[in-house]
């Protein structure tokens, strides 16, 4: 039984002994522990030194094999000691058996590469994630050694976009591929699928527990131009930019920073997408209700312009309360522009003419207001064109300006009263000339011309002033002609 054994432990598995008789004498058989091989074949060794440009690997082979530094990986500007270690069992793909000088050329790093494709290609069919560190930082996305080079997306990094790759290098990251392409050698990853997926049974059960209306605690985690992400520990929800406050806002990041930790009410949960709507507004008292309860139409409230547009001005009257003036209201006159009024940061006096509850929506006037109320132009600013009498904000050259509102009739009567007054004064100027020299004519001429004037002043005088529904007092222009 023991020689049997013996025999078998002196075969090996292509049959060649590992003695043989020469002479009579029994001698190792060299020739059978030689490994045979082919060029391009993935063989197995043991690191037996290290050099600083190549490795000597011992494969089996009658002479060790040669690793050269450029053959070790694909990481460009290779250490081979960085690499490699005596004693380490590393596989190798034969590129040459015998070159000029008689030596084995083996290459690792296209013995990992083959290996490398036959795994890659297994998990993208399997759909289980691959592992590889990272080795470099390029425009765009990550480069991951995974025996292969691998390229990882920025946008596929992290369920978040990154700001800072560079935290990552060095790191082993699982990622999922997402697109493989042997004849270019192109290898896609997606780290931000293998976290979704781990994150997905959290979600579910976040979903599972959350309901409309709930008060939940999260952090900002992004901000974009249509609003602000929450991360509420496993799943996202979004604040829509016209959920963050009950007054107008012109970017989240007005209200918000990432990183924040912030109170929200839960306004809707979509389960089938596992999306999230929140409010943050929701969790402040709401400013409008006040303004609904408390004020009326016609009421004339103080407010600050916050906003010019093209069709009119946004003035807010309460804090997170605007409403608008539009373009018809801002003056008696036509207004090409909001501009020529008001200024954004101006404080003015408004009245109300519609409240629209249904809408949220407040319509103010200013050209509605009595005049003790107007704004003028001291209230905008000294060095203003309307100091010097010329077109502008709160100077416009118009009877309805001149005269206040409602008025416009008055200084019509005025100016009747004072073209009646002066048909007057020639008739009653002619008595006295009568009869007279030439001298005496001119004398009562120029009298009566002076009355005229006199006359004249007085009612412009009049008229300027008057803003009552009483009639200008008539000037008494013949009694002051006989004079």
């Given at each position: 039984m023991s020689d049997q054994h013996t025999d078998e432990a002196q075969t090996l598995d292509n049959g060649q002994d590992?003695?043989?008789?020469?002479?009579?004498?029994?001698?190792?058989?060299?020739?059978?522990?030689?490994?045979?091989?082919?060029?391009?074949?993935?063989?197995?060794?043991?690191?037996?030194?290290?050099?600083?440009?190549e490795v000597l690997v011992d494969i089996g082979y009658k002479s060790e094999g040669v690793v050269p530094a450029n053959e070790l990986s694909i990481r460009k500007s290779v250490d081979p000691a960085e690499e490699v270690s005596v004693g380490d069992i590393v596989d190798a793909l034969v590129l040459t058996k015998e070159d000029a000088d008689g030596r084995l050329i083996l290459s690792r790093k296209r013995a990992r590469f083959e290996r490398a494709w036959q795994r890659i290609e297994k998990a993208a069919e399997e759909g289980t994630p691959v592992s590889g560190s990272v080795i470099e930082v390029v425009k765009g996305g990550l480069i991951l050694d995974l025996g292969v080079r691998g390229f990882l997306p920025a946008s596929l990094v992290d369920i978040r976009r990154v700001a800072d790759l560079d935290e990552f290098l060095g790191q082993t990251l699982e990622c999922r591929v997402i697109e493989l392409n042997r004849f270019r050698n192109n290898v896609v990853l997606s780290r931000r699928a293998v976290l979704e997926e781990e994150r997905r049974g959290a979600r579910e059960q976040i979903l599972d527990r959350m309901n409309v209306g709930d008060l939940v605690t999260g952090t900002i985690s992004n901000i974009v131009d249509f609003g602000a992400f929450v991360d509420l520990d496993g799943i996202d929800g979004l604040i829509h930019i016209s959920e963050l406050s009950w007054s107008h806002v012109n970017h989240p990041s007005e209200v918000l920073t990432i990183g924040q930790k912030?109170?929200?009410?839960?306004?809707?949960?979509?389960?089938?997408?596992?999306?999230?709507?929140?409010?943050?507004?929701?969790?402040?008292?709401?400013?409008?209700?006040?303004v609904f309860e408390n004020r009326q139409v016609n009421e004339i409230v103080h407010g600050r312009v916050t906003k010019l547009v093209s069709f009119g001005a946004f003035v807010e009257i309460e804090e997170g309360v605007e409403g608008l003036i539009h373009i018809s209201e801002l003056a008696q006159h036509h207004v090409e522009d909001p501009s020529e009024i008001v200024r954004p940061g101006q404080e003015v006096n408004v009245k109300i003419i519609e409240i629209d509850p249904e809408r949220r929506r407040l319509s103010l006037s200013l050209k509605r207001l009595e005049p003790e109320y107007r704004i003028h132009e001291d209230a905008m600013g000294e060095g203003e064109e309307g100091e010097e009498g010329e077109e502008g904000e709160g100077a416009e050259g118009t009877d309805e300006e001149a005269y206040g509102e409602g008025t416009v009739a008055e200084a019509e009567a005025a100016e009747t009263d004072l073209e009646e007054a002066v048909a007057e004064v020639p008739a009653v100027a002619e008595g006295p000339a009568e009869g007279a020299d030439e001298a005496a004519d001119e004398a009562a001429a120029e009298t009566a011309e002076e009355a005229v004037d006199e006359a004249a002043d007085e009612a412009v005088a009049e008229a300027a002033v008057e803003t009552t529904d009483e009639p200008a007092e008539e000037a008494a222009p013949a009694e002051e002609a006989e004079e």
């Open positions: 590992l003695m043989v008789e020469v002479d009579g004498v029994m001698i190792p058989n060299y020739d059978a522990t030689i490994l045979t091989f082919e060029e391009g074949d993935i063989v197995t060794g043991t690191v037996v030194r290290v050099d600083k440009d912030v109170e929200v009410r839960v306004l809707d949960i979509d389960r089938d997408r596992q999306r999230i709507s929140l409010g943050l507004k929701q969790t402040q008292k709401d400013p409008w209700q006040q």
